[in-house]
């Protein structure tokens, strides 16, 4: 297939298990982890975990990346439509609260098919907010929540480290698709989410002023309406941030300063939903390990 699919439009020949766009994947499902994660926001994660599966590739490839093993080398299998199947099963069995489908956008269009049946637990979509609105619309009913990243508000940063100047306004407009679809959130008697939008952002040392503009931007759209905010803290400088020079700013933890700044901001513009983080999360070891395939 010619690809178009998310808003690269790299316009790419991507054969069944081989792709030439900035994804860098086929077409078929490939997939690098699956794992009950208990590390997900509460209301995801609850006391059992969530179903995660973590797709090899990725659209966006931000050069702080937490998972650059996957996102950038695609390491993973090619699974079947029964595979797949049987890994959902698997997750369910395990008791699972969720099938939390990790980085799935250059998938949109597959998974939208596979979940026309609900899988009997709350989809989960979770993804860097580069989404295409067609995409979106095609799963439309078919994914109960959507966990999406709100990475930057202003351009540069989207330029800079993710090569995509023009992810701001996409995002934007990908989370008032996603918003209208699932509506205000919903959760049950375990404080588990049943459907809604939460919305994070991975605050980067010394960025101060994307993290406000997010955060502004966030209230424009949802201010008053129950959508959460995810403030994480926990950046670790990973993959391609300790090795090149052009993102030594990067190349740091994330200040305690800092991440109590973005949140007082948020706190001061009336976020009323959502988690702020403890900042000593900021560790390697919970970043998954994706030599494993299954844990
Ligand atoms: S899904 Fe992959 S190949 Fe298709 S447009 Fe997006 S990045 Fe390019």
Redesign the pocket.
């Not at 792709?19 to 994947?25: E, L, Q, T």
């Given at each position: 297939m010619i690809?178009?699919?998310?808003?690269?439009?790299?316009?790419?020949l991507?054969r069944s298990e081989s792709?030439?766009?900035?994804?860098?994947?086929g077409v078929k499902l490939k997939i690098s982890k699956v794992m009950l994660h208990k590390w997900e926001e509460p209301c995801i994660s609850g006391t059992n975990g969530s179903g995660a599966v973590f797709f090899s590739?990725c659209?966006l490839k931000c050069a702080f990346c937490q998972n650059s093993d996957i996102s950038f080398d695609g390491n993973g299998k090619y699974v079947s439509r029964e595979e797949f199947s049987e890994i959902i099963n698997e997750l369910k069995s395990k008791g699972a609260h969720n099938i939390n489908l990790v980085t799935p956008?250059?998938y949109a269009h597959t998974l939208a098919d596979i979940f026309k049946e609900n899988p009997g637990l709350p989809v989960v979509y979770n993804c860097g907010g580069y989404e295409s609105i067609r995409s979106l619309k095609e799963l439309n009913g078919k994914v109960q929540i959507y966990l999406a990243d709100f990475k930057y508000a202003l351009s540069f940063p989207a330029e800079k480290y993710s090569s995509a100047a023009d992810y701001p306004e996409i995002c934007e407009k990908a989370l008032e698709e996603m918003y209208n679809q699932v509506g205000d959130f919903e959760l049950d008697e375990n404080g588990l989410m049943k459907k809604g939008l939460i919305v994070r952002h991975l605050v980067l040392p010394g960025n101060l002023e994307n993290s406000k503009r997010v955060i502004d931007v966030f209230m424009r759209l949802f201010g008053g309406k129950r959508v959460m905010l995810s403030l994480m803290g926990q950046y670790t400088p990973h993959g391609k941030v300790t090795s090149d020079i052009r993102f030594s700013e990067i190349n740091k933890k994330v200040s305690r300063t800092l991440y109590t700044k973005v949140c007082d901001y948020a706190a001061v513009c009336g976020v009323e939903y959502g988690y702020f983080q403890d900042i000593s999360s900021a560790n390697e070891k919970y970043i998954p390990d994706f030599n494993i395939f299954k844990e």
């Open positions: 690809c178009k699919e998310c808003p690269r439009r790299c316009g790419a991507r792709g030439g766009g900035v994804c860098g994947v590739g659209n956008s250059h």
